[in-house]
Protein backbone atom coordinates (compact mmCIF):
# COMPACT_ATOMS: atom_id res chain seq x y z
CA UNK A 1 0.00 0.00 0.00
CA UNK A 2 1.75 2.93 -1.02
CA UNK A 3 -0.04 5.33 1.32
CA UNK A 4 -0.26 6.05 4.90
CA UNK A 5 -3.66 6.40 5.95
CA UNK A 6 -5.44 7.35 8.79
CA UNK A 7 -8.78 7.10 5.96
CA UNK A 8 -10.99 3.91 6.71
CA UNK A 9 -10.22 1.45 3.37
CA UNK A 10 -13.81 0.43 2.30
CA UNK A 11 -13.77 -4.02 2.84
CA UNK A 12 -14.54 -4.03 -0.94
CA UNK A 13 -10.88 -2.28 -1.26
CA UNK A 14 -8.93 -5.38 0.00
CA UNK A 15 -6.65 -6.13 -2.91
CA UNK A 16 -5.65 -2.59 -3.93
CA UNK A 17 -1.62 -2.84 -3.54
CA UNK A 18 -1.67 1.26 -4.11
CA UNK A 19 -3.55 4.74 -2.72
CA UNK A 20 -3.04 7.88 -2.98
CA UNK A 21 -3.55 11.59 -1.76
CA UNK A 22 -6.97 13.49 -2.35
CA UNK A 23 -6.69 15.01 -5.57
CA UNK A 24 -7.22 19.01 -5.20
CA UNK A 25 -10.53 19.94 -3.90
CA UNK A 26 -11.91 16.96 -3.35
CA UNK A 27 -13.40 18.17 0.14
CA UNK A 28 -15.48 20.48 -1.78
CA UNK A 29 -16.61 18.21 -4.82
CA UNK A 30 -16.93 14.84 -4.02
CA UNK A 31 -18.20 15.30 -0.08
CA UNK A 32 -21.53 13.35 -1.56
CA UNK A 33 -22.27 11.40 -4.09
CA UNK A 34 -23.04 13.11 -7.15
CA UNK A 35 -25.83 10.97 -7.51
CA UNK A 36 -27.69 11.33 -4.78
CA UNK A 37 -29.92 8.67 -3.42
CA UNK A 38 -32.95 7.48 -4.68
CA UNK A 39 -31.83 9.09 -8.21
CA UNK A 40 -31.10 6.95 -11.12
CA UNK A 41 -28.15 9.69 -12.44
CA UNK A 42 -26.89 12.55 -12.26
CA UNK A 43 -29.17 15.83 -11.77
CA UNK A 44 -26.39 18.22 -14.20
CA UNK A 45 -24.08 18.03 -16.48
CA UNK A 46 -22.22 20.84 -15.63
CA UNK A 47 -22.05 20.77 -11.88
CA UNK A 48 -18.85 20.59 -10.94
CA UNK A 49 -19.12 17.82 -8.72
CA UNK A 50 -20.76 15.70 -11.36
CA UNK A 51 -17.71 16.56 -13.68
CA UNK A 52 -15.07 16.06 -11.06
CA UNK A 53 -16.73 12.21 -9.63
CA UNK A 54 -17.09 11.35 -13.39
CA UNK A 55 -13.30 11.61 -13.53
CA UNK A 56 -12.55 9.92 -10.24
CA UNK A 57 -14.97 6.68 -11.68
CA UNK A 58 -13.00 7.21 -15.11
CA UNK A 59 -9.32 6.78 -13.24
CA UNK A 60 -11.08 3.93 -10.89
CA UNK A 61 -11.85 2.10 -13.79
CA UNK A 62 -8.61 2.50 -15.63
CA UNK A 63 -6.49 1.48 -11.97
CA UNK A 64 -9.00 -1.40 -11.29
CA UNK A 65 -8.31 -2.85 -14.91
CA UNK A 66 -4.47 -2.48 -14.96
CA UNK A 67 -3.86 -4.03 -11.76
CA UNK A 68 -6.54 -6.55 -12.51
CA UNK A 69 -4.89 -8.04 -15.74
CA UNK A 70 -1.62 -7.43 -13.90
CA UNK A 71 -2.21 -9.90 -11.13
CA UNK A 72 -1.94 -12.56 -14.34
CA UNK A 73 0.38 -10.94 -16.43
CA UNK A 74 -1.98 -10.63 -19.10
CA UNK A 75 -4.86 -9.09 -20.35
CA UNK A 76 -5.92 -5.80 -22.61
CA UNK A 77 -5.89 -3.04 -20.41
CA UNK A 78 -5.05 -0.23 -23.79
CA UNK A 79 -8.50 0.04 -25.58
CA UNK A 80 -10.57 0.12 -22.63
CA UNK A 81 -8.40 3.12 -20.72
CA UNK A 82 -8.98 5.46 -23.68
CA UNK A 83 -12.80 4.97 -23.17
CA UNK A 84 -12.59 5.31 -19.51
CA UNK A 85 -14.48 9.11 -19.37
CA UNK A 86 -16.93 8.23 -21.90
CA UNK A 87 -17.80 4.78 -20.01
CA UNK A 88 -18.29 7.05 -17.01
CA UNK A 89 -19.94 9.33 -17.94
CA UNK A 90 -22.69 7.08 -19.35
CA UNK A 91 -23.07 5.46 -16.09
CA UNK A 92 -23.14 9.20 -14.17
CA UNK A 93 -25.97 10.04 -16.97
CA UNK A 94 -27.79 6.98 -15.88
CA UNK A 95 -27.47 4.94 -19.00
CA UNK A 96 -26.26 1.14 -17.71
CA UNK A 97 -27.50 -0.93 -20.55
CA UNK A 98 -24.12 -0.92 -21.92
CA UNK A 99 -22.82 -3.32 -25.05
CA UNK A 100 -19.27 -3.39 -26.54
CA UNK A 101 -17.93 -5.01 -29.95
CA UNK A 102 -14.42 -5.09 -28.14
CA UNK A 103 -13.77 -8.35 -26.62
CA UNK A 104 -10.81 -7.16 -25.56
CA UNK A 105 -12.08 -4.42 -23.49
CA UNK A 106 -13.30 -7.25 -21.08
CA UNK A 107 -11.29 -5.98 -17.83
CA UNK A 108 -13.03 -2.50 -18.26
CA UNK A 109 -16.34 -3.94 -18.06
CA UNK A 110 -15.65 -6.19 -15.48
CA UNK A 111 -14.39 -3.81 -13.55
CA UNK A 112 -17.36 -1.65 -13.98
CA UNK A 113 -19.69 -5.02 -12.48
CA UNK A 114 -17.35 -5.02 -9.95
CA UNK A 115 -17.95 -1.21 -8.46
CA UNK A 116 -21.27 -1.43 -9.30
CA UNK A 117 -21.16 -4.81 -6.60
CA UNK A 118 -23.05 -7.13 -9.42
CA UNK A 119 -19.92 -9.28 -9.57
CA UNK A 120 -20.87 -9.95 -6.01
CA UNK A 121 -23.58 -12.65 -6.86
CA UNK A 122 -20.64 -14.55 -8.47
CA UNK A 123 -18.49 -14.46 -4.48
CA UNK A 124 -16.74 -11.49 -5.92
CA UNK A 125 -16.54 -8.69 -3.12
CA UNK A 126 -13.22 -7.72 -3.09
CA UNK A 127 -10.50 -6.86 -5.68
CA UNK A 128 -8.59 -9.56 -4.50
CA UNK A 129 -11.31 -11.88 -5.46
CA UNK A 130 -11.54 -10.15 -8.40
CA UNK A 131 -7.62 -10.56 -9.14
CA UNK A 132 -8.19 -14.02 -8.48
CA UNK A 133 -10.96 -14.91 -10.74
CA UNK A 134 -9.82 -13.14 -13.82
CA UNK A 135 -8.75 -15.10 -16.87
CA UNK A 136 -10.26 -18.32 -15.03
CA UNK A 137 -11.99 -21.10 -16.48
CA UNK A 138 -14.89 -20.94 -13.86
CA UNK A 139 -14.29 -16.49 -13.21
CA UNK A 140 -14.02 -13.72 -15.71
CA UNK A 141 -12.76 -14.95 -18.88
CA UNK A 142 -10.39 -13.17 -21.28
CA UNK A 143 -12.83 -12.25 -24.33
CA UNK A 144 -15.70 -10.46 -22.53
CA UNK A 145 -18.55 -13.24 -21.25
CA UNK A 146 -22.30 -12.50 -21.58
CA UNK A 147 -23.06 -15.03 -18.84
CA UNK A 148 -21.07 -12.39 -16.53
CA UNK A 149 -23.85 -10.96 -13.73
CA UNK A 150 -24.97 -7.57 -15.30
CA UNK A 151 -23.83 -7.58 -18.93
CA UNK A 152 -25.89 -7.70 -21.79
CA UNK A 153 -23.85 -9.58 -24.38
CA UNK A 154 -20.51 -11.08 -24.99
CA UNK A 155 -17.86 -9.76 -27.06
CA UNK A 156 -15.67 -11.48 -29.14
CA UNK A 157 -14.99 -11.39 -33.35
CA UNK A 158 -15.30 -7.79 -33.85
CA UNK A 159 -18.39 -5.96 -35.38
CA UNK A 160 -20.92 -7.31 -33.41
CA UNK A 161 -21.76 -5.28 -30.88
CA UNK A 162 -24.52 -2.88 -33.30
CA UNK A 163 -26.80 -5.68 -33.23
CA UNK A 164 -26.88 -6.56 -29.66
CA UNK A 165 -27.95 -2.80 -28.81
CA UNK A 166 -30.14 -2.39 -32.14
CA UNK A 167 -31.81 -5.30 -31.03
CA UNK A 168 -32.32 -3.75 -27.31
CA UNK A 169 -33.61 -0.69 -28.71
CA UNK A 170 -36.13 -2.62 -30.83
CA UNK A 171 -37.68 -4.52 -27.89
CA UNK A 172 -37.49 -1.63 -25.54
CA UNK A 173 -38.59 2.14 -26.55
CA UNK A 174 -37.65 4.63 -24.57
CA UNK A 175 -34.00 2.95 -23.25
CA UNK A 176 -30.59 4.02 -24.40
CA UNK A 177 -28.36 1.11 -25.46
CA UNK A 178 -24.80 2.73 -25.99
CA UNK A 179 -22.05 0.56 -27.78
CA UNK A 180 -18.63 1.27 -27.56
CA UNK A 181 -16.46 0.23 -30.98
CA UNK A 182 -12.64 0.99 -31.33
CA UNK A 183 -10.87 1.49 -34.28
CA UNK A 184 -10.79 -1.85 -35.16
CA UNK A 185 -14.33 -2.34 -35.26
CA UNK A 186 -14.39 -0.22 -37.82
CA UNK A 187 -12.05 -2.09 -40.07
CA UNK A 188 -15.34 -4.50 -40.20
CA UNK A 189 -16.76 -3.04 -42.78
CA UNK A 190 -20.15 -4.00 -42.40
CA UNK A 191 -20.49 -1.75 -38.68
CA UNK A 192 -22.18 1.43 -40.23
CA UNK A 193 -23.97 -0.87 -43.42
CA UNK A 194 -26.15 -2.94 -40.46
CA UNK A 195 -26.76 0.41 -39.03
CA UNK A 196 -27.91 2.07 -42.06
CA UNK A 197 -30.27 -1.35 -43.15
CA UNK A 198 -31.50 -1.26 -39.56
CA UNK A 199 -32.76 2.89 -39.78
CA UNK A 200 -33.89 1.99 -43.27
CA UNK A 201 -36.52 -1.24 -41.53
CA UNK A 202 -36.92 0.62 -37.88
CA UNK A 203 -36.41 4.40 -38.58
CA UNK A 204 -38.06 5.26 -35.30
CA UNK A 205 -35.51 2.85 -33.11
CA UNK A 206 -32.94 5.11 -33.08
CA UNK A 207 -32.36 4.80 -29.29
CA UNK A 208 -29.16 2.46 -29.73
CA UNK A 209 -25.40 4.75 -29.62
CA UNK A 210 -22.63 3.80 -31.15
CA UNK A 211 -19.48 5.41 -29.06
CA UNK A 212 -16.18 4.75 -31.36
CA UNK A 213 -13.09 5.22 -29.01
CA UNK A 214 -11.19 6.24 -31.89
CA UNK A 215 -7.61 5.59 -30.36
CA UNK A 216 -5.45 5.36 -32.88
CA UNK A 217 -4.10 1.56 -32.91
CA UNK A 218 -5.66 -1.46 -33.74
CA UNK A 219 -4.22 -4.85 -33.50
CA UNK A 220 -6.75 -6.30 -35.98
CA UNK A 221 -6.72 -4.04 -38.61
CA UNK A 222 -3.96 -1.37 -38.14
CA UNK A 223 -6.47 1.40 -37.35
CA UNK A 224 -7.67 2.15 -41.01
CA UNK A 225 -9.01 5.30 -39.33
CA UNK A 226 -6.32 7.12 -37.68
CA UNK A 227 -4.83 8.18 -40.69
CA UNK A 228 -8.77 10.24 -41.02
CA UNK A 229 -8.99 14.43 -39.94
CA UNK A 230 -11.64 15.10 -37.45
CA UNK A 231 -13.76 16.29 -40.10
CA UNK A 232 -13.18 13.24 -42.40
CA UNK A 233 -14.74 10.74 -39.63
CA UNK A 234 -17.59 13.09 -38.82
CA UNK A 235 -17.96 13.19 -42.84
CA UNK A 236 -17.70 9.19 -42.64
CA UNK A 237 -20.16 8.71 -40.13
CA UNK A 238 -22.64 11.58 -41.57
CA UNK A 239 -22.57 9.56 -44.75
CA UNK A 240 -24.30 6.46 -43.64
CA UNK A 241 -26.90 8.59 -42.43
CA UNK A 242 -26.21 9.79 -38.88
CA UNK A 243 -27.62 12.95 -38.27
CA UNK A 244 -25.88 14.14 -34.71
CA UNK A 245 -22.39 13.11 -34.69
CA UNK A 246 -20.48 14.44 -31.31
CA UNK A 247 -16.58 14.58 -31.71
CA UNK A 248 -14.89 15.40 -28.25
CA UNK A 249 -10.93 15.45 -29.22
CA UNK A 250 -8.92 15.08 -26.09
CA UNK A 251 -6.19 17.21 -28.11
CA UNK A 252 -8.27 20.06 -27.79
CA UNK A 253 -7.45 20.59 -24.09
CA UNK A 254 -4.01 18.96 -24.08
CA UNK A 255 -1.60 21.53 -22.12
CA UNK A 256 1.44 19.05 -21.70
CA UNK A 257 2.29 19.47 -25.12
CA UNK A 258 2.36 16.20 -26.45
CA UNK A 259 3.47 15.87 -30.11
CA UNK A 260 0.73 13.10 -31.33
CA UNK A 261 -2.49 13.48 -32.82
CA UNK A 262 -3.82 11.03 -30.24
CA UNK A 263 -3.48 13.02 -26.83
CA UNK A 264 -3.59 11.21 -23.64
CA UNK A 265 -5.60 12.95 -20.97
CA UNK A 266 -4.22 11.36 -18.29
CA UNK A 267 -0.95 13.83 -18.43
CA UNK A 268 -3.01 17.32 -18.50
CA UNK A 269 -3.05 19.18 -15.57
CA UNK A 270 -6.47 18.65 -13.64
CA UNK A 271 -8.01 21.90 -14.23
CA UNK A 272 -7.46 20.38 -18.06
CA UNK A 273 -8.60 17.06 -17.08
CA UNK A 274 -11.64 18.19 -15.72
CA UNK A 275 -12.55 20.31 -18.88
CA UNK A 276 -12.00 17.09 -20.70
CA UNK A 277 -14.19 15.12 -18.86
CA UNK A 278 -16.93 17.75 -19.00
CA UNK A 279 -17.14 18.00 -22.40
CA UNK A 280 -17.69 14.16 -22.59
CA UNK A 281 -20.20 14.64 -20.05
CA UNK A 282 -22.07 17.25 -21.84
CA UNK A 283 -21.57 15.56 -25.26
CA UNK A 284 -22.75 12.40 -24.04
CA UNK A 285 -25.93 14.16 -22.62
CA UNK A 286 -26.41 15.78 -25.73
CA UNK A 287 -26.34 12.46 -28.02
CA UNK A 288 -28.01 10.17 -25.89
CA UNK A 289 -30.82 12.90 -25.78
CA UNK A 290 -30.99 12.96 -29.65
CA UNK A 291 -31.07 9.38 -29.63
CA UNK A 292 -33.78 9.00 -27.67
CA UNK A 293 -35.74 11.47 -29.17
CA UNK A 294 -35.88 10.59 -32.73
CA UNK A 295 -32.17 11.44 -34.38
CA UNK A 296 -29.82 8.88 -35.72
CA UNK A 297 -26.88 9.87 -33.53
CA UNK A 298 -23.07 8.38 -33.06
CA UNK A 299 -20.74 9.90 -30.36
CA UNK A 300 -17.05 9.81 -30.98
CA UNK A 301 -14.28 10.15 -28.18
CA UNK A 302 -10.48 10.53 -29.51
CA UNK A 303 -7.61 9.80 -27.44
CA UNK A 304 -4.13 8.05 -27.17
CA UNK A 305 -4.70 4.33 -26.72
CA UNK A 306 -4.16 3.35 -22.80
CA UNK A 307 -4.48 6.81 -21.99
CA UNK A 308 -3.64 6.93 -18.37
CA UNK A 309 -1.91 3.07 -18.08
CA UNK A 310 1.19 1.41 -17.92
CA UNK A 311 2.17 2.69 -21.26
CA UNK A 312 0.34 4.17 -24.39
CA UNK A 313 -0.25 3.16 -28.50
CA UNK A 314 0.26 -0.55 -29.82
CA UNK A 315 2.12 -1.85 -26.69
CA UNK A 316 -0.82 -0.90 -24.22
CA UNK A 317 -2.77 -3.61 -26.30
CA UNK A 318 -2.38 -6.19 -23.99
CA UNK A 319 0.25 -7.37 -21.12
CA UNK A 320 3.53 -9.57 -21.67
CA UNK A 321 5.00 -12.03 -19.44
CA UNK A 322 7.24 -9.02 -17.65
CA UNK A 323 4.02 -6.87 -17.30
CA UNK A 324 3.87 -8.42 -13.69
CA UNK A 325 2.62 -6.44 -10.69
CA UNK A 326 5.94 -6.35 -8.89
CA UNK A 327 7.75 -4.65 -12.50
CA UNK A 328 8.74 -1.00 -11.78
CA UNK A 329 7.19 0.18 -15.09
CA UNK A 330 3.58 -1.36 -13.33
CA UNK A 331 3.88 0.23 -10.22
CA UNK A 332 4.39 3.40 -11.83
CA UNK A 333 1.60 3.15 -13.98
CA UNK A 334 -0.97 2.13 -10.64
CA UNK A 335 0.78 4.93 -8.20
CA UNK A 336 -0.18 7.30 -11.22
CA UNK A 337 -4.00 6.32 -10.86
CA UNK A 338 -4.12 5.10 -7.27
CA UNK A 339 -7.12 6.92 -5.38
CA UNK A 340 -7.62 7.65 -1.46
CA UNK A 341 -10.06 5.46 -0.03
CA UNK A 342 -13.05 7.85 0.17
CA UNK A 343 -12.75 7.83 -3.74
CA UNK A 344 -12.94 4.55 -4.36
CA UNK A 345 -16.34 4.78 -1.59
CA UNK A 346 -18.13 7.55 -3.49
CA UNK A 347 -17.03 5.94 -7.16
CA UNK A 348 -19.11 2.57 -5.07
CA UNK A 349 -21.79 4.86 -4.76
CA UNK A 350 -22.22 6.56 -7.86
CA UNK A 351 -22.23 2.97 -9.65
CA UNK A 352 -24.53 1.21 -7.38
CA UNK A 353 -26.98 4.28 -7.63
CA UNK A 354 -26.78 4.76 -11.39
CA UNK A 355 -29.70 3.42 -13.70
CA UNK A 356 -31.51 2.84 -10.42
CA UNK A 357 -29.61 0.06 -9.24
CA UNK A 358 -26.31 -2.68 -9.63
CA UNK A 359 -26.76 -4.11 -13.60
CA UNK A 360 -27.15 -7.61 -12.37
CA UNK A 361 -30.32 -5.79 -11.06
CA UNK A 362 -31.57 -3.43 -13.88
CA UNK A 363 -30.33 -4.50 -16.96
CA UNK A 364 -32.78 -5.76 -19.13
CA UNK A 365 -31.08 -9.13 -19.76
CA UNK A 366 -31.25 -9.90 -16.62
CA UNK A 367 -35.51 -10.17 -16.74
CA UNK A 368 -37.67 -11.93 -18.55
CA UNK A 369 -39.41 -9.74 -21.36
CA UNK A 370 -43.07 -10.84 -22.39
CA UNK A 371 -42.89 -10.37 -26.14
CA UNK A 372 -46.48 -11.99 -26.93
Known amino acids: MSLNTTATIPAFCEGIQ ?8 FNEYAAAPAIQAGQKAIGSSSAPE ?3 QTLLMADAL ?7 CGAKGSGHPGGFASSAEAYAALVMLGHTNIVTEVGHHAPGFYSAMFLDTSLESMGIKTVGEMMQRFRERHGLLGHLSGAIPGLLAPAGPLGQGQHFAMAGALLHPGTLFPFTLGDGGMGEPYILSAMMHFNTAYPTSTNFLPVLIWNGYSQEH ?4 SRMGNGEMIAYWQGHGFKEVVLIDAKDFDDSGQDSAYADSSYFSLEKRLAFTQAILQGMERAAQAALNGTLTAFIVKQMKGAGVHTVGSKSHNLYPADTLDQPHMIAGLKRRALNPE ?6 DNFVRAGGGPAVKTVVTEHVLDIA
Open 222 to 225: HSMV
Open 343 to 348: AWQIVR
Open 18 to 25: HFNAPWAN
Open 50 to 52: AVY
Open 62 to 68: RYLTLQV
